[in-house]
């Protein structure tokens, strides 16, 4: 079953970390928060999580849907 939302948050020493909501398993850890959500809205696509829920440095939260994150056009394809 997949989570039903993925959690971002940050450690005491500023890696942050993607986890399914209630469970500890750290699905990825990452330099920047930017990063962090990238590799959430990939996950939520691969699983069908609903929700990706950031908690910032600061504490406070901000709730996304989750969507696909945008293709990538190929040099190639945008020169055309």
Not at 62 to 67: G, L, P
Request: zero cysteines.
């Amino acid at each position: 079953m997949p989570p039903e939302r993925l959690v971002v948050r940050s450690d005491d020493r500023g890696v942050w970390r993607v986890k399914p909501e209630g469970d500890d398993r750290i699905l990825s850890a990452h330099v920047s928060e930017t990063a962090a959500e990238r590799a959430a809205a990939v996950y939520a696509a691969e699983t069908g999580a609903a929700e990706i829920v950031v908690y910032d440095r600061y504490f406070r939260v901000h709730s996304k849907r989750a969507t696909p994150p945008p293709r990538r056009r190929s040099r190639e394809s945008a020169e055309t």
